[in-house]
């Protein structure tokens, strides 16, 4: 084991010929293992002697008193070992409803934000192994992304080294058996409510009974496009001081005519790296937000100020002949969303939804189609109903009395309330989204369809109890998203 993870740090040249490198530890196999191999290798007579080792550990108040027990254990085998330790403690939980996000994506942010904080620019060794890589690029694959999602974790990625990326968890494991080294036990690695967790447990061992070499296929694919991108990024370091009129830690400026200048491909990488330094070395932008921003870019100029609010409280603005990108913090963002606009949707009719890649469509169902959906409503048989009016995640039926001639269109507001389908009373949309588990990210950009009083479809999630079709609807009104086109 030593020798393979010696082997792979000179490969890629992951530790410096001096100074100090800090190294995350939560306590696990990993990072215990982690740890052992770098206090083996680094110090005073060994194969990097110049090389000094700080631990560092985030406890994330997750899980009470076991949470502080864990650091205090940390704590205690850095003092034996005679290595330098900070703790840092952070309320992930509170972070995560403050900042209107996942409990996992807080608690990666809040561990990454502390280790920079100690490392103070210095390098930051982790404890992601081989099985990480292979469940990071299928959670990749599951949310989409383009070619720097399908090249996973690098052994390098600019602060941050994986000298474990050539071995698994099993190797790990073993390596602390033998060393008598005894891992703490993180019971949240087993609960199914994490994304990652139901990869592990559930995902890779199915794609294993289909192709027992899909762990090794995956790693495989991932090095083919990683020399791609390799080329992509030096592009995007080839453009970036043409493009880039000043850089600061919450706002990034660009000139708007060099930025359109690029070919598509280089202007969507190099607004990936903009929006990542800005969040903590993750982009939150999926294909949607770029169209968004391609969009807004591309629209004539009439000398107003045009901007998009993004995911993780990231602001497009098109001023002139600049383009400005930057990270509101959360005390200026007040009530969490920014305002809506709304736009009227007339019955038939389509419009384009603001802040959105969606089309609503709204559509009166022609008299044939009617007569014998009303036939179906009065004898209640809701299986031929369904057949005449087969409804989707982005396609439902709402009684025309209800809806009126005109529907007003627009994302989520503070405060908004509807009936979900089959409920007696209303609830907050937020709370809705929430019960539905909407990812965070896509909860802004959801539309909400009004009638004269009431909300009567949340795009995609439900139709208010209230639009229902009954024995009693004389109108049909057809409901639809559809994307914009390019």
């Given at each position: 084991?030593?020798?393979?993870?010696?082997?792979?740090?000179?490969?890629?040249?992951?530790?410096?010929?001096?100074?100090?490198?800090?190294?995350?530890?939560?306590?696990?196999?990993?990072?215990?293992?982690?740890?052992?191999?770098?206090?083996?290798?680094?110090?005073?007579?060994?194969?990097?002697?110049?090389?000094?080792?700080?631990?560092?550990?985030?406890?994330?108040?997750?899980?009470?008193?076991?949470?502080?027990?864990?650091?205090?254990?940390?704590?205690?085998?850095?003092?034996?070992?005679?290595?330098?330790?900070?703790?840092?403690?952070?309320?992930?939980?509170?972070?995560?409803?403050?900042?209107?996000?996942?409990?996992?994506?807080?608690?990666?942010t809040a561990r990454y934000r502390f280790l920079r904080e100690v490392a103070?620019?210095?390098?930051?060794?982790?404890?992601?192994?081989?099985?990480?890589?292979?469940?990071?690029?299928?959670?990749?694959?599951?949310?989409?992304?383009?070619?720097?999602?399908?090249?996973?974790?690098?052994?390098?990625?600019?602060?941050?080294?994986?000298?474990?990326?050539?071995?698994?968890?099993?190797?790990?494991?073993?390596?602390?058996?033998?060393?008598?080294?005894?891992?703490?036990?993180?019971?949240?690695?087993?609960?199914?409510?994490?994304?990652?967790?139901?990869?592990?447990?559930?995902?890779?061992?199915?794609?294993?009974?289909?192709?027992?070499?899909?762990?090794?296929?995956?790693?495989?694919?991932?090095?083919?496009?990683?020399?791609?991108?390799?080329?992509?990024?030096?592009?995007?370091?080839?453009?970036?001081?043409?493009?880039?009129?000043?850089?600061?830690?919450?706002?990034?400026?660009?000139?708007?005519?060099?930025?359109l200048a690029l070919p598509l491909s280089l202007q969507r990488h190099l607004?990936?790296?903009?929006?990542?330094?800005?969040?903590?070395?993750?982009?939150?932008?999926?294909?949607?937000?770029?169209?968004?921003?391609?969009?807004?870019?591309?629209?004539?100029?009439?000398?107003?100020?045009?901007?998009?609010?993004?995911?993780?409280?990231?602001?497009?603005?098109?001023?002139?002949?600049?383009?400005?990108?930057?990270?509101?913090?959360?005390?200026?963002?007040?009530?969490?969303?920014?305002?809506?606009?709304?736009?009227?949707?007339?019955?038939?009719?389509?419009?384009?939804?603001?802040?959105?890649?969606?089309?609503?469509?709204?559509?009166?169902?022609?008299?044939?189609?009617?007569?014998?959906?009303?036939?179906?409503?009065?004898?209640?048989?809701?299986?031929?109903?369904?057949?005449?009016l087969p409804p989707t995640r982005y396609v439902v039926y709402a009684d025309?009395?209800?809806?009126?001639?005109?529907?007003?269109?627009?994302?989520?507001?503070?405060?908004?309330?509807?009936?979900?389908?089959?409920?007696?009373?209303?609830?907050?949309?937020?709370?809705?989204?929430?019960?539905?588990?909407?990812?965070?990210?896509?909860?802004?950009?959801?539309?909400?369809?009004?009638?004269?009083?009431?909300?009567?479809?949340?795009?995609?999630?439900?139709?208010?109890?209230?639009?229902?079709?009954?024995?009693?609807?004389?109108?049909?009104?057809?409901?639809?998203?559809?994307?914009?086109?390019?």
């Open positions: 084991m030593l020798e393979i993870v010696t082997t792979y740090i000179e490969q890629h040249h992951l530790l410096p010929e001096q100074g100090t490198v800090v190294v995350a530890v939560s306590g696990g196999a990993d990072s215990l293992c982690l740890l052992h191999l770098l206090l083996r290798l680094c110090g005073p007579g060994k194969h990097f002697p110049a090389v000094e080792l700080h631990v560092a550990h985030l406890d994330h108040q997750l899980r009470g008193e076991a949470s502080t027990q864990e650091a205090a254990a940390v704590a205690r085998l850095a003092h034996e070992w005679g290595l330098a330790c900070t703790i840092g403690r952070v309320d992930v939980s509170a972070q995560a409803q403050a900042e209107r996000r996942s409990i996992e994506d807080a608690s990666r103070q620019g210095r390098l930051i060794a982790v404890a992601h192994h081989r099985d990480d890589q292979v469940e990071t690029l299928l959670l990749h694959l599951l949310r989409g992304g383009g070619i720097d999602a399908m090249i996973g974790l690098q052994p390098r990625q600019q602060d941050i080294i994986r000298p474990l990326l050539s071995v698994g968890h099993a190797d790990t494991v073993a390596y602390c058996r033998s060393h008598g080294l005894v891992p703490i036990e993180d019971l949240s690695n087993a609960d199914p409510r994490f994304l990652r967790n139901r990869i592990r447990h559930e995902l890779v061992p199915f794609l294993e009974t289909l192709n027992a070499g899909i762990r090794e296929t995956l790693v495989r694919n991932a090095e083919v496009m990683r020399v791609d991108a390799e080329w992509l990024a030096a592009q995007v370091d080839a453009h970036w001081p043409k493009v880039v009129a000043d850089e600061q830690p919450l706002c990034i400026r660009l000139q708007l005519a060099s930025l607004l990936r790296r903009v929006t990542a330094s800005l969040c903590d070395g993750q982009s939150p932008l999926e294909l949607r937000h770029f169209e968004l921003i391609e969009e807004l870019l591309r629209r004539p100029g009439s000398g107003e100020e045009l901007t998009l609010h993004l995911p993780q409280r990231l602001h497009l603005s098109r001023r002139g002949d600049m383009v400005l990108c930057e990270r509101v913090e959360p005390h200026h963002v007040g009530a969490g969303l920014a305002p809506a606009l709304e736009v009227t949707l007339p019955v038939p009719g389509r419009v384009s939804v603001p802040g959105t890649s969606w089309c609503a469509v709204a559509e009166l169902v022609a008299n044939e189609t009617l007569q014998a959906a009303r036939e179906a409503l009065r004898a209640k048989d809701w299986a031929r109903l369904w057949t005449i025309g009395d209800i809806t009126g001639d005109t529907l007003r269109v627009r994302t989520r507001r503070p405060g908004d309330r509807m009936r979900p389908l089959g409920m007696m009373h209303e609830k907050k949309v937020q709370d809705v989204l929430v019960d539905a588990h909407v990812p965070h990210a896509e909860r802004a950009s959801i539309p909400l369809f009004f009638g004269p009083s009431h909300c009567i479809w949340l795009a995609g999630i439900h139709l208010d109890d209230r639009a229902r079709l009954t024995s009693r609807t004389e109108r049909i009104v057809r409901l639809s998203l559809h994307t914009k086109e390019p």
